[in-house]
């Protein structure tokens, strides 16, 4: 029962579900025991799908990237999980699609009362939906800090210099679409 309560969202969906079977066999293997398909159902719906009931009938490589995305977020969410450990959920999306992904997470943090581990190498995604910022460097993490204060003023070397090309490459670009 206990592995229940961490659930973890990777970072490539089209490598990580089981192409033989049907989405409504995946989530029933992500289920608790005796879990009824209405739930199947809604849990699609909450990760965003509205074609639910159809969705289920499906086999991974029928669904877009973003549809794959969302499945694995409701194999996270079907069993009521205390912590999803979410990585890098939007890499394998494109741009338009990345911002309702993590708009999402972020809600059904909230909704359903759970903590989300958001680990993400784009500091623009850590600054716009992180409530507590921990940077690893050389495998050793090396500072923890509210999201506001470690972007006001982070205090490892390495967490500066992160912070500051993050900056940098914001003012670049920004430039860039000015001269365009």
Same mark, same amino acid.
């Given at each position: 029962?206990?592995?229940? !309560? ?10 990580? @579900?089981?192409?033989? @079977?049907?989405? !409504? ?5 992500? &289920? ?7 739930? @199947? ?5 909450? &990760? ?15 669904? #877009? ?8 977020? $409701?194999? $996270? ?28 997470? !972020? #809600?059904?943090?909230? #909704?359903?009362?759970? #903590? ?13 939906? $992180?409530?507590? %910022?921990? %940077?690893?460097?050389?495998?050793? @993490?090396? /500072? %923890? ?26 003012? /670049? ?8």
């Amino acid at each position: 029962m206990r592995r229940r !309560k961490i659930r973890y969202i990777f970072q490539e969906p089209y490598l990580t @579900l089981n192409p033989l @079977l049907k989405i !409504k066999t995946l989530l029933r293997h992500a &289920a608790p025991p005796e879990t009824p398909d209405t739930i @199947l159902t809604e849990s699609l719906t909450q &990760a965003g799908l509205n074609n639910a009931s159809d969705v289920l009938t499906h086999y991974p490589h029928q669904l #877009s990237v973003g549809m794959q995305q969302r499945v694995m977020i $409701a194999m $996270a969410i079907i069993a009521r999980p205390t912590l999803i450990i979410a990585d890098e959920p939007t890499s394998a999306l494109d741009e338009s699609l990345r911002e309702e992904v993590l708009v999402l997470l !972020k #809600s059904l943090q909230r #909704s359903q009362r759970m #903590s989300l581990l958001l680990v993400t190498h784009d500091l623009s995604i850590a600054r716009r939906y $992180a409530d507590f %910022v921990g %940077v690893l460097y050389q495998g050793s @993490l090396v /500072e %923890v800090a509210e999201a506001e204060k470690f972007f006001r003023s982070p205090e490892h070397q390495y967490s500066r210099l992160l912070v500051e090309s993050s900056l940098r490459s914001t003012r /670049e670009s920004f430039s860039e679409e000015n001269r365009i």
